[in-house]
């Protein structure tokens, strides 16, 4: 059952990823802007990150197996209606198609595995698995790609999704067990709509700001909406006995902190992956195969630290990966500053390699932090939202970065690009900071302490102001 799991959040992972290497194709065959590359990526983790706590919810009043195979079914219809899109606009949209059923994978995934694995250290290995294997196939992404798109074409990148996810869900409905949540959690379509809108709103106003102007009416009503839906969306769920989002889990700070170490450790990535892509194939003008090979030491060094993270998290706790990711997070950035049109390769591979180490201690001790001092009954939820996290990061990675670097591109983008884009990697390496000093602050003793204060808080008497939609 764990590697059921772990193929089919191999695919989700590796798609949102594997794009960024095939953007300059897309851009040349579908004569899209950067604007609508930008899209192409956030389109997907936008929606990920939208539907992901409510594919949790569907899983335990439908049951959990069927979720997942329907999961399964849209994610591979949505990567075989991409491969044969005409335009950007359509490219777009089924790329949103594609993450509705990916939506339905992660937080199934998490449950199925949080149920299965009773005993907390079996647990916590697998968990360590489980997210090795998810930023192993973000790392993985750009290589695969840059191999598929240089061999076939951009439109293979979303025909391997189809195999795999039907091998997936045949595997799933021989060797998974149907099983439902004895009492189901109440759908709260309110809350889903204003968590929309927030992440919609934002990285809209983001992404187009540049382009539309910052002072635009449309621009100002977008972060307007999105402010009046965060402030909302807090009060509104506050209010209900089973919510969407549950307003005390923030109270633990090992929760809290886990969640803004996934947003800012992945925007570190989803930033450094389009600029990087941006670099290598425009400003530099290797192929889409010669720059998937030049990331290789990020993806090899990712996929050599993911299981050790895991390891260490299950045997000492998350401290010592976070504290690494931190470090080689923003020290990579910090190199990366010094990018030129003419950077040498040697340097290039050592700031690849810094990065891979960085973000492949990462990903594992996030999701063990989240659910850290949480009942188990609670542990689903609480890894969606890291989950959740995690694309929310990605969305707004591309989006700032990407906006702030194109924005300060001077003259032909070829001779421009280089020196605009240290601005983003003092961005990201802003973010590894972040990554390392709540790496410090949620693991000592006052955070577990606020962790089980929340469990406590949540094990009493659910109050009975009940909010119907």
Not at 79 to 104: H, Y
Not at 187 to 207: F, K
Not at 346 to 370: D, E, H, M, R
Not at 386 to 411: F, K, P
Request: charged share 10%; hydrophobic share 55%; aromatic share 8%.
């Amino acid at each position: 059952m764990l590697a059921i799991c772990c193929l089919s959040l191999f695919i989700v992972g590796l798609d949102s990823t594997i794009v960024n290497l095939a953007l300059p194709s897309i851009q040349a065959d579908l004569h899209a802007s950067v604007q609508s590359l930008q899209w192409v990526i956030d389109a997907y983790t936008l929606v990920l990150a939208s539907l992901l706590m409510l594919a949790g919810s569907m899983g335990d009043r439908f049951g959990r197996r069927r979720t997942f195979q329907t999961g399964l079914a849209l994610f591979s219809a949505g990567s075989l209606l991409c491969s044969v899109a005409p335009n950007a606009t359509t490219l777009i949209v089924f790329r949103m198609v594609q993450a509705v059923g990916g939506s339905m994978l992660n937080p199934v995934a998490m449950s199925i595995i949080t149920n299965t694995f009773t005993e907390s250290k079996e647990r916590a290995r697998a968990i360590g698995v489980w997210g090795g294997v998810v930023g192993l196939s973000m790392a993985l992404g750009p290589v695969v790609g840059g191999a598929l798109v240089g061999s076939a074409g951009w439109r293979s990148i979303f025909w391997i999704n189809v195999p795999v996810g039907v091998a997936a869900a045949v595997l799933a409905a021989i060797f998974v067990p149907e099983s439902k949540a004895a009492r189901a959690r109440r759908v709260d379509p309110v809350g889903q709509l204003l968590v929309i809108v927030l992440l919609v709103g934002v990285t809209y106003g983001i992404i187009e700001g540049g382009r539309a102007g910052w002072g635009s009416p449309a621009i100002v009503a977008c972060f307007a909406a999105s402010i009046v839906a965060l402030i909302s969306l807090v009060a509104y769920e506050r209010r209900r006995v089973e919510p969407l989002l549950d307003m005390r889990f923030f109270s633990s700070v090992p929760f809290s902190g886990a969640t803004v170490i996934a947003i800012s450790g992945f925007a570190a990535l989803a930033g450094f992956l389009f600029l990087n892509t941006l670099y290598l194939q425009e400003a530099r003008g290797f192929t889409a195969l010669h720059a998937g090979l030049l990331t290789l030491p990020m993806a090899g060094m990712t996929a050599l630290f993911a299981p050790i993270s895991g390891r260490i998290v299950a045997s000492r706790g998350p401290r010592l990966p976070l504290l690494v990711a931190g470090v080689g997070i923003t020290a990579s950035g910090l190199m990366l500053t010094q990018l030129t049109a003419t950077t040498s390769i040697w340097w290039l591979f050592a700031c690849y390699v810094v990065f891979g180490i960085g973000f492949g201690a990462l990903n594992s001790p996030i999701t063990n932090t989240a659910v850290s001092g949480m009942p188990r009954s609670q542990a689903g939820v609480a890894a969606a939202v890291a989950s959740t996290s995690r694309q929310i990061g990605s969305s707004l990675g591309v989006a700032v970065l990407g906006a702030v670097v194109t924005s300060h591109v001077v003259g032909s983008f070829k001779t421009g690009f280089p020196e605009a884009s240290h601005l983003g990697w003092w961005i990201m390496a802003g973010c590894g900071v972040i990554v390392f000093a709540l790496g410090l602050l949620t693991t000592g003793r006052w955070a577990r302490e606020t962790a089980e204060a929340a469990t406590a808080g949540m094990s009493a008497e659910p109050p009975k102001v009940v909010v119907t939609a």
